[in-house]
């Protein structure tokens, strides 16, 4: 078992020390208000009085943070204890974040991996919890039985900024979904039917729909878009200007799909009409 340390008990950090409380390790804990830490105290952790004190006391340091601005300002209280010390941030950021982050505790001598949560605080320690992880893999396998212990996890590779990239991609199929989601119910209930009536309609379509994502995903990693297509660009712009122009008609703001026709009428424009909707892949990559 493991001495850890957790910095920031919010409503994921506490979710953290309580796990690894209940699988046997030893937990310091610190607050920047320290009345959040106090429960934490009546199971079994221990608080400390400073970032610094926090770090010095554990052989892992887990900071989990509003954002990365709290996080640094965490850290700069405890400059003088992080040489030599294994750091994992689950603060939720960007690629860039991290990386900057990486660079910054480097400089001090400190060990980093970064981690992307892919649950919320009541699945931490339960099936169906996933953590990523990318930064230093020395640390991730020091820490392997700890880190079991809150969820799944996958080390994605040295890069710091790999866990949030991926974080990142995740959310957005998730956001991707909830806007397909939310249009198509506004679009039900303008005639005056239930969104959950809707339901056993839709949620069987996007798993037949999510039977065409293999292929879409070789024609992204191949270029090949004009590969056996069943359904091209130029026919699904149209398909897209009618629900925009249904949308109109229904009083429903075609926000959500607006973008995505324009993205396919660029392909369209610039030659692309028999390739796979994969091709607007190429229109999101050029305004990079
Ligand atoms: P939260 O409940 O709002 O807690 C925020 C924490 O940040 C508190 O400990 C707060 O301390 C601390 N904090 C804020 N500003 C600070 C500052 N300037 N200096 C020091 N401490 C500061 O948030 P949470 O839900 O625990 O989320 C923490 C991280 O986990 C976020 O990056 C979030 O994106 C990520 N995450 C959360 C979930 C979720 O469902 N909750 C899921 C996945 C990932 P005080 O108590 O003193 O205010």
Redesign the pocket.
């Known amino acids: 078992m493991s001495s850890i340390s957790i910095l920031?008990?919010?409503?994921?950090?506490?979710a953290l020390a309580r796990t690894l409380l209940k699988n046997g390790h030893t937990v310091t804990v610190w607050?920047?208000?320290r009345s959040?830490a106090e429960p934490l105290a009546g199971a079994g952790a221990k608080i400390a009085e400073s970032p610094a004190e926090a770090i010095a006391a554990s052989e892992l340091t887990i900071l989990?943070?509003?954002?990365y601005?709290?996080a640094r300002?965490?850290l700069e209280q405890a400059q003088e204890a992080l040489a030599g010390r294994d750091l994992l941030n689950?603060?939720?950021?960007t690629p860039g974040d991290a990386r900057e982050l990486g660079t910054w505790l480097a400089a001090r001598e400190a060990i980093y991996l970064d981690g992307g949560?892919?649950?919320?605080?009541p699945m931490i320690g339960g099936a169906g919890a996933l953590i990523l992880y990318s930064g230093s893999r020395a640390l991730f396998d020091r820490h392997s039985l700890a880190l079991e212990a809150l969820a799944e996890s996958r080390h994605l590779g040295e890069d710091e900024g790999l866990a949030s990239l991926y974080d990142i991609a995740l959310l957005s199929g998730m956001y991707g979904l909830f806007s397909g989601f939310l249009h198509a119910s506004a679009l039900v209930t303008s005639a005056g039917g239930k969104a959950v009536d809707f339901l056993p309609l839709l949620l069987p379509w996007i798993e037949a729909m999510s039977g065409t994502l293999p292929d879409l995903a070789g024609k992204i990693d191949s270029g090949m878009h004009g590969r056996d297509v069943v359904s091209n660009i130029a026919m699904q712009k149209i398909a897209l200007e009618n629900i925009v122009r249904a949308s109109e008609e229904q009083g429903v703001a075609p926000d959500f799909m607006r973008p995505m026709l324009r993205l396919a009428g660029d392909r369209v424009d610039s030659g692309g009409h028999g390739d796979d909707i994969s091709a607007v892949v190429e229109v999101i990559r050029k305004r990079k």
């Open positions: 920031g008990l919010g409503a994921m950090g506490t607050n920047r208000t959040r989990c943070l509003v954002d601005p709290a300002a965490v689950l603060t939720n950021g949560i892919m649950a919320i605080p």
